[in-house]
């Protein structure tokens, strides 16, 4: 071996030397400088040429530059395989500016395949072995060409940080397949095939070419962790093979796009047992989000943390003004129950009933069940103005039959509009706003007068004699199809109404094409509730017979349709007289052979079946 005169002044550099090798780190080269020129500790070497050893494992520009020149190597090639030191734990590796947690530094990492390879053919280990330059990244845990598991030495003493593979790994080769042996061979992580190819200058996929490549392996390795070991998992506890699995795991997330982080985020928070009504995005997501939350962290993690921001927003029933992630939240999207009742003063179990009769809110919805808050304001406006069916026929001046048929032709609403889950008040109740609109447009419809005219009577007195729900009558009135209509200014509402009897009958027929939607439910023995929704599902079509005066319409059907519904859809309290089978039985014999209804109580307000399903077990 030829060896070097120990001069750090003699012509500034060294020969005969080592060529650099295109895979190796400076620190590697200066190994094998070192073990060629003086076979003592690279400490010594690099303090004879004026290096400072910590400045070079560091990455000091100065050092890097220096060993450049004695050994005559291509600074292009020595900086390139080496983290350059740009700042405070920054560094630059192939044009990537790269905090100090991306690298594997202090420990000594090392495949002891690899240097088995290095060995073969010399017998000196310091001159032969080289420490590949992604050996150095913390994300490459695996050989990509022996796919095993690589070797990781924490720093025990100082000069550990040189990483002198002579000193550090096995100086045998009985030694280091003792090692390969014991490790279990496995595939590498596609997310440091992901770095590494980055780094080598080739393309990814777009979207993640855009990001800082520490964004993608920090966020890839907590989403994974969070997907595999639960939200509350801490990162510093896993092993590294858990976190080699936790980005491998993350990464195939990242790299199907931000609709996939979304499918994850969505399992994540579905997931979420959670019976509380301030179930808030740390106690779904736990260190997904908290370790993106908060003023100091300053850690880029790509579009996580805007996607897992956007999702918070959208699921999670947070006040204006709220910070998530760095931003607030501008307006509030979401309300719970309880959130609601405290912005508009409303009792608690009184809005809860409400909003499950609406249904903006399931039956079984837990506390923490969020709705859009628009909605809500917009119906418990509704609930605050509300009427119930006690109070109705007082408030529309008219009798308490007259009052249900109102709302059985839907002139006007009930807030739930016949949810079958409501309680009795709110199932009945109608918005005072709509009663108001309601009694406008019959003021609107007729002229007051002082006296009771002469030949003209009541509604209700108008309806007996046309032979027609008092309903017809009002119809006819909104619409425009009478000419003559008075008030009676001492009274008010629809008792306060008088028409020409005879005018009602001539025009009552132009309504009267088909059927209500009420004859055709008593036909079909369903609830009058269920006759509406199934016109909404579109099972039940009808005529709208619109007005003369364009303001108002009337919903009608045709028999035949009922009776094509009726043969197609049954429900237990039809066929009950029937067969002289109680309605329960009926129900309980096909939830036991699981006949399962085409429309549920819970959708309709009855459970429609079938007939064919229940032509099996009943004679029908």
Same mark, same amino acid.
């Given at each position: 071996?030829?060896?070097?005169?120990?001069?750090?002044?003699?012509?500034?550099?060294?020969?005969?030397?080592?060529?650099?090798?295109?895979?190796?780190?400076?620190?590697?080269?200066?190994?094998?400088?070192?073990?060629?020129?003086?076979?003592?500790?690279?400490?010594?070497?690099?303090?004879?040429?004026?290096?400072?050893?910590?400045?070079?494992?560091?990455?000091?520009?100065?050092?890097?530059?220096?060993?450049? %020149?004695?050994?005559?190597?291509?600074?292009?090639?020595v900086y390139q395989n080496t983290p350059v030191r740009t700042g405070k734990r920054v560094y630059d590796l192939r044009g990537h500016s790269l905090p100090a947690e991306f690298f594997s530094r202090p420990r000594t990492v090392y495949c002891p395949a690899c240097l088995r390879d290095d060995d073969a053919g010399c017998s000196m280990p310091a001159l032969a072995r080289r420490a590949r330059w992604i050996w150095a990244l913390e994300v490459v845990r695996?050989?990509?060409?022996?796919?095993?598991?690589?070797?990781?030495?924490?720093?025990? #003493?100082?000069?550990?940080?040189?990483?002198?593979?002579?000193?550090?790994?096995?100086?045998?080769?009985?030694?280091?397949?003792?090692?390969?042996?014991?490790?279990?061979?496995? %595939?590498?992580?596609?997310?440091?095939?992901? @770095?590494?190819?980055?780094?080598?200058?080739?393309? /990814?996929?777009?979207?993640?070419?855009?990001?800082?490549?520490?964004?993608?392996?920090?966020?890839?390795?907590?989403? /994974?962790?969070?997907?595999?070991?639960?939200?509350?998992?801490?990162?510093?506890?896993?092993?590294?093979?858990?976190?080699?699995?936790?980005?491998?795991?993350?990464?195939?997330?990242?790299?199907?796009?931000?609709?996939?982080?979304?499918?994850?985020?969505?399992?994540?928070?579905?997931?979420?047992?959670?019976?509380?009504?301030?179930?808030?995005?740390?106690?779904?997501?736990?260190?997904?989000?908290?370790?993106?939350?908060?003023?100091?962290?300053?850690?880029?993690?790509?579009?996580?943390?805007?996607?897992?921001?956007?999702?918070?927003?959208?699921?999670?029933?947070?006040?204006?003004?709220?910070?998530?992630?760095?931003?607030?939240?501008?307006?509030?999207?979401?309300?719970?129950? &309880?959130?609601?009742?405290?912005?508009?003063?409303?009792?608690?179990?009184?809005?809860?009933?409400?909003?499950?009769?609406?249904?903006? @809110?399931?039956?079984?919805?837990?506390?923490?069940?969020?709705?859009?808050? %628009?909605?809500?304001?917009?119906?418990?406006?509704?609930?605050?103005?509300?009427?119930?069916?006690?109070?109705?026929?007082?408030?529309?001046?008219?009798?308490?039959?007259?009052?249900?048929?109102?709302?059985?032709?839907?002139?006007?609403?009930?807030?739930?509009?016949?949810?079958?889950?409501?309680?009795?008040?709110?199932?009945?109740? @109608?918005?005072?706003?709509?009663?108001?609109?309601?009694?406008? #447009?019959?003021?609107? &419809?007729?002229?007051?007068?002082?006296?009771?005219?002469?030949?003209?009577?009541?509604?209700?007195?108008? &309806?007996?004699?046309?032979?027609?729900?008092?309903?017809?009558?009002?119809?006819?009135?909104?619409?425009?199809?009478?000419?003559?209509?008075?008030?009676?200014?001492?009274?008010?509402?629809?008792?306060?109404?008088? @028409?020409?009897?005879?005018?009602?009958?001539?025009?009552?027929?132009?309504?009267?094409?088909?059927?209500?939607?009420?004859?055709?439910?008593?036909?079909?023995?369903?609830?009058?509730?269920?006759?509406?929704?199934?016109?909404?599902?579109?099972?039940?079509?009808?005529?709208?017979?619109?007005?003369?005066?364009?303001?108002?319409?009337?919903?009608?059907?045709?028999?035949?349709?009922?009776?094509?519904?009726? %043969?197609?859809?049954?429900?237990?309290?039809?066929?009950?007289?029937?067969?002289?089978?109680?309605?329960?039985?009926?129900?309980?014999?096909?939830?036991?052979?699981?006949?399962?209804? &085409?429309?549920?109580?819970?959708?309709?307000?009855?459970?429609?079946?079938?007939?064919?399903?229940?032509?099996?077990?009943?004679?029908?």
């Amino acid at each position: 071996m030829s060896v070097a005169v120990r001069d750090p002044l003699s012509q500034g550099g060294l020969y005969p030397r080592p060529s650099f090798d295109v895979s190796e780190t400076a620190l590697s080269f200066a190994n094998r400088l070192a073990a060629f020129h003086i076979g003592l500790p690279t400490t010594d070497f690099l303090h004879d040429f004026g290096i400072a050893p910590m400045k070079l494992v560091a990455g000091e520009p100065e050092a890097l530059d220096r060993l450049c %020149e004695i050994s005559g190597s291509e600074r292009e090639h020595v900086y390139q395989n080496t983290p350059v030191r740009t700042g405070k734990r920054v560094y630059d590796l192939r044009g990537h500016s790269l905090p100090a947690e991306f690298f594997s530094r202090p420990r000594t990492v090392y495949c002891p395949a690899c240097l088995r390879d290095d060995d073969a053919g010399c017998s000196m280990p310091a001159l032969a072995r080289r420490a590949r330059w992604i050996w150095a990244l913390e994300v490459v845990r695996t050989c990509p060409t022996h796919k095993i598991p690589l070797i990781r030495k924490a720093k025990e #003493r100082h000069d550990d940080e040189l990483n002198e593979l002579a000193v550090r790994a096995p100086a045998t080769v009985d030694a280091l397949d003792a090692e390969v042996s014991a490790l279990v061979p496995r %595939e590498v992580s596609p997310l440091q095939t992901y @770095v590494v190819d980055r780094l080598d200058g080739c393309e /990814g996929p777009k979207h993640l070419d855009r990001q800082a490549l520490d964004a993608i392996v920090r966020s890839a390795e907590l989403l /994974g962790a969070v997907i595999l070991y639960g939200p509350r998992v801490n990162l510093a506890s896993l092993t590294v093979d858990q976190r080699d699995a936790a980005g491998a795991r993350g990464f195939t997330v990242l790299e199907m796009g931000e609709a996939q982080v979304r499918s994850e985020l969505k399992a994540l928070f579905e997931a979420c047992k959670c019976t509380t009504s301030n179930m808030g995005p740390q106690k779904v997501f736990g260190r997904l989000y908290t370790s993106m939350n908060g003023r100091r962290v300053n850690e880029d993690y790509g579009i996580l943390r805007r996607v897992l921001r956007e999702f918070i927003f959208e699921n999670f029933a947070l006040a204006s003004g709220t910070y998530v992630l760095g931003l607030p939240l501008e307006a509030r999207r979401l309300h719970t129950v &309880a959130s609601l009742a405290g912005e508009t003063g409303l009792d608690n179990r009184t809005l809860r009933h409400a909003l499950v009769a609406k249904g903006l @809110v399931p039956t079984d919805a837990a506390a923490g069940f969020a709705f859009d808050a %628009e909605e809500g304001r917009a119906f418990a406006a509704q609930v605050v103005r509300k009427v119930t069916v006690i109070a109705l026929p007082k408030v529309l001046g008219c009798s308490r039959v007259t009052c249900d048929q109102i709302l059985e032709e839907r002139i006007v609403t009930p807030l739930a509009d016949g949810t079958m889950y409501a309680t009795g008040r709110t199932r009945k109740a @109608v918005d005072h706003a709509e009663i108001d609109d309601f009694l406008g #447009r019959l003021t609107a &419809a007729s002229r007051p007068v002082s006296h009771e005219p002469a030949e003209m009577v009541s509604v209700r007195k108008a &309806a007996e004699k046309a032979k027609r729900p008092a309903s017809s009558v009002l119809h006819l009135v909104l619409g425009g199809y009478l000419e003559n209509v008075a008030r009676l200014e001492a009274n008010g509402g629809i008792d306060a109404l008088r @028409v020409n009897p005879e005018e009602v009958k001539s025009a009552v027929g132009q309504i009267s094409v088909g059927m209500s939607i009420g004859d055709a439910c008593r036909r079909l023995h369903i609830p009058i509730d269920a006759g509406w929704s199934l016109v909404d599902f579109g099972e039940l079509p009808v005529t709208r017979i619109h007005s003369p005066n364009a303001q108002h319409f009337v919903t009608r059907c045709h028999l035949q349709d009922v009776n094509d519904l009726g %043969e197609r859809l049954v429900n237990a309290g039809r066929i009950a007289p029937l067969l002289d089978i109680p309605a329960t039985e009926i129900e309980a014999k096909l939830r036991r052979h699981r006949i399962k209804p &085409a429309f549920r109580w819970a959708d309709v307000g009855a459970n429609l079946f079938h007939r064919d399903d229940v032509k099996k077990f009943f004679p029908i």
